[in-house]
């Protein structure tokens, strides 16, 4: 083998839970494969954890307690962090790049929210931190984007990114089943958060989102700017009127280069039901990027589990390990464009979004209430693109309305007004529409 003389390189695996585990068994399990590859072999020198994983043959690997004594270990060249959380993760990568250690990580919670400040000590440092599993698990979606698309001006992406909330989401419309139950499953299969409200309320997606755009823009980390809605109010009856109406909902990050910044966003979203997209179900992830050049492209896999997330992260650590003895300035940098070539574009506050819309009210069945609700509308300068009319033997009937595309301030003031009115029971539904033209 080309390299053969080169010494092994020695990583340090810190966390042996699910990902841990799994990234473990698959650089043993191909390990000969990984070394044609890498150019030379890469060896688990340490172990970092609490606990041991029954699915980890571990004999033979020093194990630790304290991860931050693999950090310091002057044996390791680079130290895996798979641990998960904001504060011992942050000082165990920390730790690590002042010890000279290159960073391989799956934290996409780290690296949203500490990723400006890692990146800039990793600079001083001249050492790596790569993140390809913190983002859609399998799915080189990371490397895709930093890489294969550089020579676009990436107008938009869109991405299903939390597989525990779509599992739910295609259990619940598939299968009628109960929101807990599913989430339970999700849980007990590894898929969810520790906290899996992060899951649920778009946290997790918010996370992986602001580093996409990030990438994809070229703009420092800003995921305390994400507009975050969660799936936990979406209805039975709100996924019945879509179906009618043609579409799915899903929980879709989406970010977006307009005029007067950029748009980040994680909410549920109605799709034509007819889009490729619609149709990522389970705990698939995928994410659909537009690009001036290429033009629409799609990256679909696992989002979650032990060996797909290993996967990217056993895949980064060849990356690095090919990187140590090649050239320092000419490593692609962390986040795609030069750190001194970053945008300070704006990140739009959600009211200064676009979108359409479908809204779903309750109105009292009598003559001219639809009249007042178009009108309303109607002076906001909202399009319908359509409107259904349910019957039902109540006072009260449901009505849906599908707008076109208008500012949500716009939007917000025409529901204001409609939630007035005397024939309006409650509150109005929104669901944003997206149809992902170029
Ligand atoms: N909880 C995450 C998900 C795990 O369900 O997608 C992968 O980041």
Redesign the pocket.
């Known amino acids: 083998m080309r390299g053969a003389g080169l010494k092994p390189v020695k990583v340090g695996i810190c966390g042996l839970g699910t990902v841990g585990g799994g990234t473990f068994n698959v650089l043993k399990r191909n390990a000969e494969e990984i070394a044609r590859r890498a150019g030379r072999k890469i060896i688990v020198e340490e172990i970092g954890a609490r606990r041991i994983n029954p699915d980890c043959d571990t004999k033979g690997t020093q194990m630790t307690s304290d991860v931050l004594e693999v950090a310091r270990n002057p044996e390791i060249d680079v130290v895996v962090e798979l641990i998960g959380g904001y504060d011992v993760a942050k000082e165990l990568v920390l730790t690590a790049i002042e010890h000279g250690k290159h960073v391989v990580t799956?934290n996409?919670a780290l690296i949203a929210v500490h990723g400006n400040e890692i990146f800039e000590a990793a600079q001083k440092k001249n050492v790596m931190v790569a993140f390809e599993?913190?983002?859609?698990?399998g799915i080189p979606i990371i490397k895709a984007i930093r890489e294969g698309l550089s020579a676009n001006k990436i107008n938009w992406l869109a991405g299903i990114?939390?597989?525990?909330?779509?599992?739910i989401m295609t259990e619940m419309r598939d299968k009628g089943r109960d929101f807990d139950d599913v989430l339970k499953e999700?849980q007990e299969l590894g898929?969810?958060?520790a906290d899996?409200t992060?899951?649920v309320e778009g946290i997790?997606?918010a996370h992986?989102l602001t580093i996409l755009a990030s990438l994809a823009f070229g703009m420092p980390l800003q995921f305390e700017k994400a507009f975050t809605e969660g799936i936990s109010k979406i209805t039975r009856d709100d996924v019945q009127y879509a179906e009618e109406l043609g579409y799915r909902i899903k929980h879709l990050g989406i970010t977006r280069r307009a005029e007067n910044g950029v748009e980040l966003r994680v909410h549920p979203t109605l799709i034509p039901e007819t889009a490729l997209i619609a149709n990522v179900n389970g705990?698939m992830?995928a994410v659909l990027v537009d690009g001036d050049a290429v033009g629409q492209t799609m990256y679909y896999g696992p989002?979650?589990?032990a060996e797909p997330?290993a996967s990217a992260v056993v895949a980064d650590i060849v990356d690095v390990v090919r990187t140590l003895t090649a050239d320092r300035d000419n490593r692609v940098p962390h986040l795609a464009f030069q750190p001194s070539e970053l945008s300070d574009a704006a990140i739009l506050p959600v009211e200064q979004t676009e979108s359409a819309y479908y809204l779903r009210m309750n109105a009292e069945e009598k003559p001219g209430v639809l009249a007042k609700i178009t009108s309303i509308l109607g002076e906001q300068g909202i399009n319908i693109e359509a409107i259904i009319q349910k019957e039902t033997s109540e006072d009260q009937v449901p009505v849906i309305i599908l707008t076109q595309s208008v500012l949500e301030q716009k939007l917000n003031d025409a529901i204001a007004q409609i939630e007035a009115l005397a024939e309006i029971g409650g509150s109005v539904t929104r669901i944003r529409v997206e149809h992902f033209d170029s």
Do not use: C, H, L, R
Not at 133 to 137: I, L, R, Y
Not at 161 to 167: A, E, L, P
């Open positions: 799956a996409k599993a913190s983002v859609a698990g990114i939390n597989g525990t909330g779509n599992f999700a898929y969810a958060e899996p992060f899951d997790d997606a992986k705990v992830n989002g979650a589990g997330t």
